[in-house]
C-alpha cells in the first residue's frame, strides 16, 4: 500500500470555520467527519487535525491533514468520494509519499 499525505484546503481557516460555527453545526459536522471514517477506515493511517495558521507559508488556506493508504491515486480517489470537506466546498491536495532513496 501507498501513503498519501492529504491537505484540506478552503477559503477560510480551520480556526475561522470552527469560531463562526453554532455548537449544533459542529456536532453535525463532527458526525459526517466520523460516518467518512467509517467508511474509509482501511484506508485511514492517521485521521490527522485541524491546523493552525502557518508561521511561514507563501500558500495559505491548509486548513488540516490526513493520512491515508491506498493501492493506488484512483483507488484514494475513490475512498476520498463523499469526503465532507470537499461537500462543504472545500478542496484537497494529495501527495504520494515517496521511498527515500538508500532507506
Not at 79 to 95: A, M, Q, R
Request: proline share 5%; aromatic share 6%; hydrophobic share 40%.
Amino acid at each position: 500500500m501507498t501513503k498519501f499525505l492529504v491537505l484540506y484546503k478552503a477559503g477560510r481557516s480551520a480556526r475561522e470555520q470552527m469560531d463562526e460555527s453554532t455548537p449544533e453545526a459542529q456536532t453535525a459536522g463532527m458526525q459526517a467527519w466520523m460516518d467518512w471514517a467509517a467508511r474509509a477506515e482501511s484506508a485511514i493511517v492517521d485521521l490527522g487535525s485541524p491546523l493552525g495558521p502557518a508561521s511561514m507559508s507563501a500558500d495559505g488556506g491548509i486548513g488540516g491533514f490526513s493520512i491515508l493508504q491506498a493501492d493506488s491515486t484512483e483507488a484514494l480517489k475513490d475512498v476520498l468520494k463523499g469526503h465532507p470537506h470537499t461537500e462543504s466546498g472545500g478542496t484537497l491536495d494529495i501527495y504520494e509519499f515517496l521511498a527515500m532513496p538508500g532507506m
